[in-house]
């Protein structure tokens, strides 16, 4: 942790060179808070510091709306630090088409739920139990749905303890007269499901919201898993891979087999729940998140996505701390404040619990609600948040929001961190504190000028 000066002529050779790199290319430079003010140059003095106050403790996320994402996510996940996780899908279904008919006599040879997989996270080699219930009510269009929101069911498990790996090698492969265009799961039903929709009144297929007041929908969910495990990534509304299947015959005594698909589709009502048990985690991680021991988070910060876990960092004496480095009458300006998070040393993500691609910062405001932080509006090459794998470390460039803290410390609450995409990814990392017993540690890197009247 340092403060240092530059001289004067070094800053004059700095701010040549940058006035003229400005007029050629007229781009524009990371230190935009200044531009336009600078007085003479013999008034300006240039500092760096890396030892202001910063605090940060981990909390859970009280609500994430998680209706109709266009990647849903399935499977159970045993975390060594944070717990135990299972994310469950609530669905409706859609007809392929109206007006179906299934026979004089069907007979029901197999249905099958069909999910289409785009990835994973976690450890693909532990089997997922999945259960699969039939809706006992209604998913409404016009409500809104969140990780923690639940709809009753029938408690019938129509998939019977089905098992399958969450790493699925069924690219290309021939099932009956279909070639799989990605990689699948496919849950057996019980028959008794599929004659249940076979044998309805015809007037069930003439609409699909008839069918939906017919079949509320389906709830998917995986057993949790004492270590290991994975949470499956999947595209809901790939029609052409994601279906419910009925095999059938019209009557016991005909040759020809018939299929007909259900479908999950934009229009359609579905949610992902998640369900986190962090009493399973570790001390340290129930000490800070459960029992709320903010003073923790100065060694390590846990976050995870699936409405989980996030932290708060703040910069609590950053006013007082700019006041004491000025005097008669002159002022500071933030040329750039890059905010450092380094991965945690002590305890290191494994090969299959990876670091997240990003993560994300929301100014918390007054009145607790959130906002984007300004220097975000500078573009991702400026802003920064990308994971960096040469460094295992994420920087953030803060400087506008600094000087605006700094000018109005009112003006925020802290900042939330967070993974991007936190509602339909399954990431998780754990950062190295302000005080982490690491050389490498939180901390938010300024060059300032102080200029003079």
């Not at 019938?156 to 290309?172: E, K, M, S, V, W």
Request: glycine residues 6%; negative net charge.
């Amino acid at each position: 942790m340092k403060t240092q000066s530059f001289s004067s002529k070094v800053f004059k050779a700095l701010f040549f060179s940058a006035l003229a790199i400005f007029i050629v290319s007229c781009s524009k430079t990371t230190e935009k808070i200044g531009n336009g003010l600078l007085p003479e140059i013999d008034n300006i003095n240039v500092f760096y510091t890396d030892s202001v106050q910063i605090l940060c403790h981990s909390v859970t996320v009280d609500s994430m709306a998680t209706k109709g994402m266009t990647s849903v996510l399935l499977g159970s996940m045993m975390d060594p630090v944070m717990g135990s996780t299972n994310a469950n899908l609530f669905t409706q279904l859609h007809l392929s088409s109206t007006h179906q008919h299934f026979g004089s006599n069907p007979v029901i040879d197999s249905i099958v739920l069909q999910l289409a997989v785009n990835g994973y996270y976690g450890d693909t080699t532990t089997l997922q139990t999945v259960h699969v219930y039939e809706l006992a009510d209604s998913l409404v269009s016009t409500n809104l749905y969140y990780q923690v929101s639940e709809v009753a069911d029938k408690g019938i498990d129509l998939a019977n303890g089905f098992q399958f790996r969450p790493h699925p090698r069924t690219y290309g492969t021939v099932v009956g007269n279909d070639t799989l265009s990605q990689p699948v799961v496919r849950i057996p039903l019980a028959n008794s499901f599929g004659e249940q929709l076979a044998l309805a009144d015809s007037s069930v297929y003439s609409t699909p919201d008839n069918f939906k007041r017919f079949c509320y929908g389906l709830k998917i969910c995986c057993e949790s898993v004492n270590q290991g495990g994975a949470i499956c990534y999947l595209n809901p509304t790939s029609n052409t891979v994601t279906q419910l299947k009925i095999y059938y015959r019209e009557t016991p005594d005909a040759e020809t087999q018939m299929r007909y698909d259900f479908y999950i589709t934009s229009d359609d009502t579905y949610f992902n729940q998640y369900q986190h048990d962090y009493s399973l985690g570790s001390a340290d991680f129930i000490q800070q998140v459960l029992q709320e021991d903010a003073s923790l988070g100065q060694q390590q910060l846990y976050l995870q996505s699936m409405g989980g876990v996030r932290s708060v960092i703040s910069f609590p004496g950053i006013a007082d701390w700019a006041e004491s480095r000025l005097e008669n009458g002159a002022h500071m300006i933030i040329n750039e404040a890059k905010l450092i998070l380094p991965a945690s040393a002590t305890l290191e993500d494994s090969t299959v619990l990876t670091p997240p691609t990003s993560l994300a910062l929301l100014n918390i405001n007054a009145d607790g609600s959130t906002t984007i932080i300004p220097d975000y509006l500078e573009g991702t090459s400026y802003y920064g948040g990308s994971y960096s794998r040469a460094k295992k470390n994420v920087t953030f460039r803060i400087s506008e929001y600094l000087q605006n803290l700094i000018q109005n410390p009112t003006s925020s609450q802290g900042l939330y961190l967070s993974i991007t995409g936190a509602a339909f990814n399954a990431q998780r990392w754990i950062v190295a504190g302000p005080e982490a017993d690491q050389e490498n540690q939180l901390k938010c890197e300024i060059t300032y000028t102080i200029l003079r009247e």
